[in-house]
């Protein structure tokens, strides 16, 4: 099974600063790789996928890099609405997720 | 736009078998892949399985005794049985398809529902 580890587990954030989360896989996934956005009692959203491709109607803020084993999804200017869950996703070999990234306001 | 919703009992007794149903409404469910995905509570998220518009399934290999997905394409449906269940099955259960008629990534998800396996 590829292992996906993300960190930070929790990040702790201001209005308006740019976030880096990093998710990691025991072996190279290309770039397959998504990166989900969920608020508490609600389902996740694809926000990009293909390592760095932006899903139709999410914000531009959103951006993600990486090929191989290290991926990167990073968040602009965040925005009250952008404090959430964040979960990375491999669909190399069948699905998996990883831990999730809870971002919080500082 | 396309929607989907669970349905099914919220709480199920040990060694009993969990059965939830996924409707899709305002879209077909033919062209799609299907899927069931579980998130205990304050945890990860797990695929459970996943299920084409022509019946193929493919299970995640640590559910695969106790699992079976199919569908009803007459009703718009699919649905998800769970056997022999125990308190570690506690989850929200979400149904999602696979984005662009591929196996890769969801790009649409139900709202979720909790079950409980208690006694």
């Known amino acids: 099974d590829i292992q996906m580890t993300q960190s930070p587990s929790t990040l702790s954030a201001s209005v308006g600063d740019i976030v880096t989360i990093t998710c990691r896989a025991s072996q190279t996934i290309s770039r397959w790789l998504a990166w989900y956005q969920q608020k508490p009692g609600k389902a996740p959203k694809l926000l990009i996928y293909?390592?760095?491709s932006l899903e139709s109607g999410v914000t531009p803020r959103f951006s993600g890099s990486g090929s191989g084993t290290e991926f990167t999804l990073t968040i602009s200017i965040l925005q009250p609405d952008d404090f959430a869950t964040y979960y990375c996703q491999q669909y190399y070999s069948y699905w998996t997720f990883g831990q999730g990234t809870k971002v919080e306001i500082k | 736009q396309v929607q989907l919703q669970e349905s099914g009992p919220g709480l199920v007794k040990p060694s009993e078998t969990l059965a939830l149903t996924c409707s899709v409404s305002?879209?077909?469910?033919?062209?799609?892949?299907w899927s069931w995905i579980r998130q205990p509570p304050g945890k990860g998220l797990e695929c459970i399985g996943h299920?084409?518009?022509?019946?193929?399934?493919n299970y995640n290999p640590s559910l695969k005794r106790r699992v079976t997905i199919s569908v009803d394409t007459s009703k718009n449906q699919f649905s998800l049985k769970l056997n022999s269940v125990t308190a570690a099955d506690t989850a929200v259960y979400f149904c999602?398809?696979?984005?662009?008629?591929?196996?890769?990534?969801?790009?649409?998800w139900g709202r979720g529902t909790l079950v409980t396996v208690s006694s």
């Open positions: 293909e390592a760095s």
């Open positions: 305002g879209g077909s469910i033919s062209s799609y892949y």
């Open positions: 299920i084409s518009d022509s019946g193929s399934t």
């Open positions: 999602a398809r696979f984005s662009g008629g591929g196996i890769r990534y969801f790009d649409l």
